[in-house]
Every structure is written in C-alpha cells, then in structure tokens.
C-alpha cells in the first residue's frame, strides 16, 4: 500500500478471540502491519504462537487496573514496541473493541494530507488554560458527555485536587484493611499544572504520528512530572496522553479523534454498538468504531463493505495478504 506506513498499538485483557478477530480486520484491510500487543495475562490467557508474525507482545506484561497507572505503562510499552527501530508514519492506539469503519485506501490518503501529529481528544480542565501545542477542528461531536459540568467537576477531583486518605474496613469479598479517598473540589498545592503547562483530558484512544510519538516516549521533566502525579489517581488514561501531547510545544494537535463511540449521554463504558447504528459509524468520518461485542457478526458485515468500497486494485492487493496470511507468512 503507497503513503504513509500505518501500525496499531492494541490493549487487550479479556478473550483472544476478540484480539485474534481485530488483527485478522487490520491484516486484511491493511495488509499484514506492524501490530504491537500489550495483553493483561493476570486477566486472560493468550496463546503468543497462534498470531501471525506481524503481531509481537510485549514482554514482561503488566498487572493492569481499570483508568490506573498501570494502563498508561501497558499503553506506552505496546507504543514503544511498535516505535523500535524507527517505527511507522502513523499509528492507531485501540482496544481489542475496536474495528476499521474506514477503508485503509482512505485512512492512508487522509493521513498523508493531514496537516497535524496527533488526532486526539484533548480539552483544557480549566477554563481559560491553553497548551503550548497547537490545537486545531472542532470537537468529536459523539464525545460532548465530556464537557458537562458534572464531568468536569469528576475530572477536577480525579486531576487537580488533593487526594485525603482514611483508614477503614472492608468486608468484600473478606475482611481486610482499606482506604477511603476524599477529594475535595479545592486545586492541590503540589499537582505539575504550572509554570506554563495546563492539564487536558479526553477520550482515551488516538492517532499519532512518529513525532507525537517521539513526545510520548522520550525522557522529559512533564512524563516525570506526570508519573509522579499520577500514579495513585484514577481515569489517568483520560489525561495523561491529552496532557502531554497539548503542551509540546512542536506539535500541531487536532482535537477530533476520529473515533465513532456511542455513550448515551455519558456513563463509565460505551455502549455496545448495533448493527442499526452501523450506516451513522460508516458516514461518521472516523477511522475506527468501539465498542464491539466478542464474537459480533457485526465485524463481517464491515468487512464485506469496507472490502466493496475499496479501489478494486486494492482488494486484490487486500485478498493477495489474507491468502498468505492464511499460509503463516
């Protein structure tokens, strides 16, 4: 495939079945990409010799916990494997839940023209903060649940307040010592958001290229920073990449993601999407769609058409790779 070399990033802690059937989408869509793993083996085994070899994990792997640290660390391993050796043009960070509703033969076509490093939901905490990159369109209109006041006071407590810890017991699934955290809506005197650098928060998912990459992966005095601050806080990976990518100060950030979600209006998850909400995902412009059921018959109906969308010199290119694919090659 001509343009810019296009790999994925995937976190996955639940069934192999669901990741084997996104890397079986992207090898046949894209023919056969780099694909970086970071798969959460305290939560589900994974068989690594039964995936192609464009497929490689990340080793060791991580314990991780839902909006923890730990995802942020799992993320940025599977980013780092993927960026060894120079790595590619482009990638996508997904979950196993995600699926291509866009044929590559256009992904690769918008990535080439796009005029910014990162597609990423990135929006300021506080009002009247900026970031020293520049951001650029408008919002993802299937992620406005983000701006309502009630989420906002959530991630001002999650991000910018101080944590209080007390003492208590907890009586499930035993009886043991715990902690109840208190977070006041009051700013914290020792949070990183100063001097210059202003929190943001979003939608966990995105696209980057080698350049945002390159910011994300590199020493510097914010990652530590964040690290610091971060680490016993919750919904990190709904700040930490926002945060990062919206204060370099090189980049050019565009904050639609490019993502088709269903919310409802907010909640802890996305909905799981139906086959009645496929048409608004295919003529939404995104790049991918979550959150899909394991074992959906939904994933074969994009495929038949994202297969007849495409230029028909590329689906014989796109048949050619999932006839050797089938092979092991």
């Given at each position: 495939?001509?343009?810019?070399?296009?790999?994925?990033?995937?976190?996955?802690?639940?069934?192999?079945?669901?990741?084997?059937?996104?890397?079986?989408?992207?090898?046949?869509?894209?023919?056969?990409?780099?694909?970086?793993?970071?798969?959460?083996?305290?939560?589900?085994?994974?068989?690594?010799?039964?995936?192609?070899?464009?497929?490689?994990?990340?080793?060791?792997?991580?314990?991780?916990?839902?909006?923890?640290?730990?995802?942020?660390?799992?993320?940025?391993?599977?980013?780092?494997?993927?960026?060894?050796?120079?790595?590619?043009?482009?990638?996508?960070?997904?979950?196993?839940?995600?699926?291509?509703?866009?044929?590559?033969?256009?992904?690769?076509?918008?990535?080439?023209?796009?005029?910014?490093?990162?597609?990423?939901?990135?929006?300021?905490?506080?009002?009247?903060?900026?970031?020293?990159?520049?951001?650029?369109?408008?919002?993802?209109?299937?992620?406005?649940?983000?701006?309502?006041?009630?989420?906002?006071?959530?991630?001002?407590?999650?991000?910018?307040?101080?944590?209080?810890?007390?003492?208590?017991?907890?009586?499930?699934?035993?009886?043991?010592?715990?902690?109840?955290?208190?977070?006041?809506?009051?700013?914290?005197?020792?949070?990183?958001?100063?001097?210059?650098?202003?929190?943001?928060?979003?939608?966990?998912?995105?696209?980057?290229?080698?350049?945002?990459?390159?910011?994300?992966?590199?020493?510097?005095?914010?990652?530590?920073?964040?690290?610091?601050?971060?680490?016993?806080?919750?919904?990190?990976?709904?700040?930490?990449?926002?945060?990062?990518?919206?204060?370099?100060?090189?980049?050019?950030?565009?904050?639609?993601?490019?993502?088709?979600?269903?919310?409802?209006?907010?909640?802890?998850?996305p909905m799981l999407l139906t086959e009645q909400q496929l048409p608004e995902a295919f003529a939404?412009?995104?790049?991918?769609?979550?959150?899909?059921?394991?074992?959906?018959?939904?994933?074969?109906?994009?495929?038949?058409?994202?297969?007849?969308?495409?230029?028909?010199?590329?689906?014989?290119?796109?048949?050619?790779?999932?006839?050797?694919?089938?092979?092991?090659?």
């Amino acid at each position: 495939m001509s343009g810019p070399t296009i790999g994925f990033a995937i976190m996955s802690h639940s069934d192999q079945r669901q990741l084997r059937r996104l890397v079986e989408g992207l090898n046949l869509h894209y023919g056969h990409p780099p694909i970086a793993c970071h798969h959460d083996a305290s939560q589900s085994a994974l068989d690594q010799k039964s995936f192609p070899p464009n497929v490689r994990f990340v080793q060791p792997t991580r314990r991780t916990g839902w909006g923890r640290w730990s995802v942020i660390e799992a993320g940025l391993d599977a980013i780092g494997l993927l960026h060894e050796g120079g790595g590619p043009d482009w990638f996508f960070l997904l979950s196993a839940a995600d699926y291509p509703i866009m044929t590559a033969s256009r992904v690769s076509s918008e990535l080439a023209q796009a005029e910014c490093d990162a597609f990423i939901d990135a929006r300021p905490l506080l009002s009247g903060t900026s970031g020293a990159a520049e951001l650029i369109d408008e919002f993802n209109p299937k992620l406005t649940h983000f701006e309502s006041a009630r989420n906002k006071v959530i991630k001002r407590r999650f991000y910018h307040s101080p944590q209080l810890w007390f003492p208590i017991l907890r009586f499930r699934p035993r009886l043991r010592p715990g902690k109840f955290t208190v977070r006041p809506d009051v700013p914290s005197p020792f949070h990183p958001y100063r001097d210059g650098i202003s929190c943001f928060y979003g939608d966990h998912w995105f696209t980057a290229n080698r350049r945002a990459a390159a910011a994300l992966l590199g020493p510097s005095s914010l990652r530590a920073a964040l690290a610091r601050h971060l680490r016993t806080r919750t919904q990190v990976d709904e700040t930490f990449y926002q945060t990062m990518l919206a204060n370099a100060a090189a980049l050019r950030v565009s904050r639609d993601n490019r993502r088709f979600t269903e919310w409802n209006g907010g909640g802890a998850h996305p909905m799981l999407l139906t086959e009645q909400q496929l048409p608004e995902a295919f003529a939404s412009g995104a790049f991918f769609a979550r959150k899909f059921a394991a074992g959906t018959h939904l994933l074969d109906l994009i495929d038949a058409r994202l297969q007849a969308d495409e230029p028909v010199a590329l689906r014989r290119v796109s048949e050619g790779a999932r006839w050797l694919g089938g092979l092991g090659v």
